[in-house]
């Protein structure tokens, strides 16, 4: 059996990149071992299988932001890449995100000899298009593959903090596979860099074996999971769920929201401010994908709705699918690849909050067939169907 290496962000330290959880699960049965090296680490540590190790060369200097900013402002490298994008980069913003790259870049590109040499004819593999990838490509010199996923604020150039990607014209061509999440993402890429080397490789939850209840005669439970940050528009969901409210005083109604962000406290102020007899609003924080799955398989929930203006295809989506809940989401990115007329119902963008809660009122008096919710899950988004063609497809690339 081959070897992998994963480089990740964080996992599997912290709480973020919940979605790796479950591939990871896969990856280990099909290579012999696989070596992850997060970028930043934390006290916090997810179980993995016993063939998945974590190595720390790069999270151990990645703290030490001074050192590398001093590094980084000494190689030809900086100015080049600030020279060819000055025209981008005039606002002090834009800047600070450039010498932020510039400074990942440099920690990258000092320390990809030792991960290289560490791991002879091992297949790479990013979990995210960033400068890790860019540097690689560009000191690649043994002729090692590379492969990377790209999901949403790696692949939307309009969206990402900088509105563009420094290194991404120059590394593109030189990855052996650039694994899109969704066929939106793969189109866009394709549409904008015509190679021959992007795939679609989808996300997918796993199988709980369980369909989430509805709510009983007169109730509704309402779930949303994200970051409380500005493009999720969770204080846009909670104005929503007032209206209804206010709309169906006769309807007892639950919003369980499960994700934090900066903005949670102002829209839990204004909520609770509000004391509308009828709702009932409960805010968990960030918390792990095993608890929402034991929310689900132990509360009622009707539907889970997702008002971004902004999206990759959202993993907390496949999760509810699977438990057969239905949503109610924007048609953003990726989302209309897994919400249509079986699983729930598409929004635009701009339709207003009157408009929102009619399609709420329609979820509550004509619930969606939960079997064929979740029947639409298991043919699109299973883990194990789809981590194991992935896995499948890297051991072939390993191979070649």
Known sequence: MLNLVIVTRQFPYGKSETFLESEILILS??????????????????ELPSNVFVNNLICKDYENKFKWCLKAIMTLHFYKIIFTNFSKILSLKKAKELF???????????????LISENNNNLIYSYWYNAFV????????????????VHRGDLYEEI?????????????????RVF????????????????????????GAIDNNFIAKSSSSNKFSIVSVSNVIA??????????????????????????????????????????????????SIFHGRVSN????????????????????????????????????????????????????????LIDLETNQNVICNYLKKMYDNPKDRMEVRNYWL???????????????????SQI
């Open 29 to 46: 049965k099909y290579f012999k071992s696989i070596t992850i090296y997060p970028s930043t680490s934390s006290i916090d540590v997810r």
């Open 100 to 114: 932020k790259y510039l400074v990942s870049y440099t920690i990258y590109s000092n320390k990809l000899p030792t």
């Open 134 to 149: 860019d540097s690689f490509c560009e000191h690649n010199k043994a002729g090692r593959k590379i492969v990377t996923r």
């Open 160 to 176: 990402s903090q900088l509105c563009f990607f420094p290194g991404r014209e120059c590394s593109i061509t030189k990855v052996d």
């Open 180 to 203: 899109s999440i969704s066929d939106d993402g793969y189109s866009y890429l394709k549409n904008k860099y015509n190679t021959n080397n992007i795939s679609v490789s989808k996300l």
């Open 231 to 280: 493009v999720k528009n969770v204080g846009l969901i909670a104005s929503v769920i007032k209206k209804f409210s206010k709309k169906n005083p006769g309807v007892e109604i639950v919003w369980n929201h499960f994700g934090d962000g900066d903005m949670l406290p102002e829209i839990k102020k204004d909520i609770y401010n509000e004391n509308l007899e009828n709702l009932k």
């Open 290 to 345: 095993k608890k929402i799955f034991e929310f689900y398989s132990n509360n009622a929930v009707d539907v889970l709705i997702n008002l971004s203006s902004s999206e990759g295809i959202p993993v907390s989506m496949m999760e509810a699918i699977s438990f057969g809940i239905p949503i109610l989401a924007t048609d953003v990115g990726g989302v209309s690849e897994i919400v249509n007329e079986k699983t729930g119902f």
């Open 379 to 397: 043919a699109n988004y299973s883990a194990s169907t789809n981590y194991k063609k992935f896995a499948e497809e890297l051991v072939l690339l």
